[in-house]
């Protein structure tokens, strides 16, 4: 069985400082894993994902993850924060190869302060 | 290529009425899910199909609510009686056998 957990429901950084929002991951077999965002009255977008190989993953809009396994975590960075990346950031997780859902994590909603 | 697609985007009604969503996934998706997000329980997985054949329902409350997918190209949500509690956003979803999931923008519910 898979499970996620994202470490602080609300995260505030100020404008053009580094994000980090972190996600930590249970898989009884090797995972694919995924960050979602989701803006004010929208569905949730797909940031970006992991499958195999290189385990520093590039999204859309300068996010990026680095699958650690030994760490079990796939934390989502940005180098500089921008307003308009304001929104709820959800991580999840699926298992390889299986038929099995995505779990998602409980989200962690980013303010940026100007 | 569309989205997903979802009708109504708002719906308000009152205690008692049957309220119908509706979804059509993207096409050549295999998998279709519904979802409900509200603030005090974050999103929630209610039930998912694979190739219009529900697959798990585990997530669905209780009997008031039921799915269909009668083909590949629809599905419906249905809420009958609805009660204040069900208020939230329900999001429907499809995806191309367990990979990313494309999401609609949601039909934000409210039973008054």
């Known amino acids: 069985a898979q499970s996620v957990t994202q470490l602080g429901s609300h995260v505030s950084v100020s404008e053009g400082a580094l994000v980090l929002l972190r996600c930590n991951y249970s898989s009884s077999v090797p995972p694919y894993l995924f960050w979602y965002v989701q803006y004010p009255n929208q569905g949730l977008q797909l940031l970006l994902k992991?499958?195999?190989?290189?385990?520093l993953v590039k999204g859309i809009n300068g996010f990026e993850a680095e699958f650690k396994k030994s760490e079990t975590s796939f934390h989502l960075t940005k180098p500089s924060a921008h307003m308009s990346d304001a929104a709820e950031y959800f991580c999840?997780?699926?298992?390889?190869?299986?038929?099995?859902?995505?779990?998602f994590g409980k989200g962690t909603r980013l303010h940026i302060l100007p | 290529d569309a989205g997903v697609i979802q009708s109504p985007r708002h719906e308000v009604t009152e205690m008692g009425q049957e309220v119908t969503l509706r979804c059509k996934p993207i096409?050549?998706?295999?998998?279709l899910f519904w979802y409900r997000q509200t603030m005090m329980r974050g999103l929630e997985l209610l039930i998912y199909?694979?190739?219009?054949?529900?697959?798990?329902d585990s997530g669905m409350p209780e009997d008031r609510f039921s799915a269909k997918m009668p083909n590949a190209s629809f599905s419906t949500l249905k809420i009958q009686p609805s009660e204040p509690r069900d208020s939230a956003v329900y999001f429907c979803?499809?995806?191309?056998?367990?990979?990313?999931?494309?999401f609609g923008d949601g039909t934000r519910l409210s039973i008054l």
């Open positions: 199909f694979n190739n219009n054949v529900p697959i798990d």
């Open positions: 979803a499809s995806s191309l056998g367990m990979g990313p999931q494309h």
């Open positions: 096409s050549g998706h295999d998998y």
């Open positions: 992991y499958t195999t190989g290189a385990t």
């Open positions: 999840a997780v699926s298992a390889m190869n299986r038929d099995d859902k995505i779990i």
